[in-house]
């Protein structure tokens, strides 16, 4: 049995980690960060494949789309770009937006990408060649984080959570925070939602189909990042350690603690053998859940 649950401490990224993201066959891990690279790694071995000199600024955001053929960035430096994942070549680069990108999601036919950012914006475009079809504006200002449901749904955070249809209509919106949501998921089967406030410590589990608050729990812990696992039965977080818990309960199952400084993103792979998180102690850890 590994020690604390810790597999592989990947190293190589010269500054904090900011994103990550499993590829659907589970074979990949995508990671970026402060140092304006993206590195992709062999899991569960943890070997560096290639590492991409992809944008002029933090790289904020990663996601697969659906089949694992293409995966998105997204950078401080107010890009998207679309990679395909054979070779790690550029299909698609947009510069649409006005502020820094923080949070990407694909729309579940992987034909869109959906981008949210500090410019107030969620931008629409195709896949894979990056071309603008729609802007959404909820008006909540900063855009931190985004989800897509298996239904097309989408979930806004900034200072407010927002439910949006596909189109951009506003469905439902909760505005009771001090500090606003740091980051959102929808559960495989996209009945729930949960949400992540950062600093106030807290998260929010929604009935995605009621569009009703189902429960919350408060942590001692910063709140930074979330994930559900693919039976949905299980939900990690990331904030100083990585903790895991049941979504239903508001129980928190396990605790891994390992990283030297916060964690700013964290995945359950799709095989739901392994959880990655990233830091800005300039480490990637993957654990065995």
């Not at 410019?119 to 629409?124: M, Q, R």
């Not at 979330?226 to 396990?254: E, H, N, R």
């Amino acid at each position: 049995m590994f020690e604390n649950g810790l597999i592989k401490t990947l190293t190589g990224h010269k500054d904090g980690v900011l994103a990550l993201a499993f590829s659907p066959c589970c074979k990949f891990l995508a990671t970026a960060g402060e140092d304006n690279t993206i590195r992709l790694w062999s899991t569960p071995d943890g070997i560096e494949i290639q590492t991409i000199e992809a944008h002029e600024g933090d790289v904020r955001a990663l996601a697969f789309d659906q089949d694992g053929d293409m995966f998105a960035s997204g950078s401080w430096d107010k890009s998207v770009k679309i990679w395909r994942t054979e070779d790690c070549s550029t299909q698609g680069t947009a510069a649409k937006h006005g502020a820094a990108v923080n949070c990407l999601a694909f729309s579940p036919d992987g034909k869109l990408l959906y981008s949210g950012s500090d410019d107030g914006t969620v931008k629409v475009f195709s896949s894979p060649k990056c071309w603008l079809e729609n802007t959404i504006s909820p008006g909540i200002g900063d855009i931190k984080a985004l989800a897509v449901s298996p239904s097309g749904m989408l979930a806004v955070g900034g200072v407010e959570l927002q439910f949006l249809d596909p189109a951009g209509k506003l469905l439902k919106d909760n505005d009771s925070y001090v500090y606003g949501i740091r980051a959102v998921a929808f559960s495989p089967d996209g009945k729930l939602l949960a949400a992540a406030t950062g600093m106030e410590k807290r998260m929010e589990i929604w009935n995605a189909e009621k569009l009703e608050e189902a429960g919350s729990v408060r942590d001692s812990d910063w709140l930074n990042c979330l994930a559900f696992s693919p039976d949905g039965k299980q939900l990690a977080t990331g904030g100083m350690a990585v903790k895991v818990w049941d979504p239903v309960s508001g129980a928190c199952l396990k605790t891994f603690e390992g990283h030297t400084d916060e964690i700013y993103s964290v995945d359950v792979s799709p095989d739901g053998k392994y959880i990655a998180s990233a830091s800005k102690d300039k480490t990637v850890k993957l654990w065995a859940l």
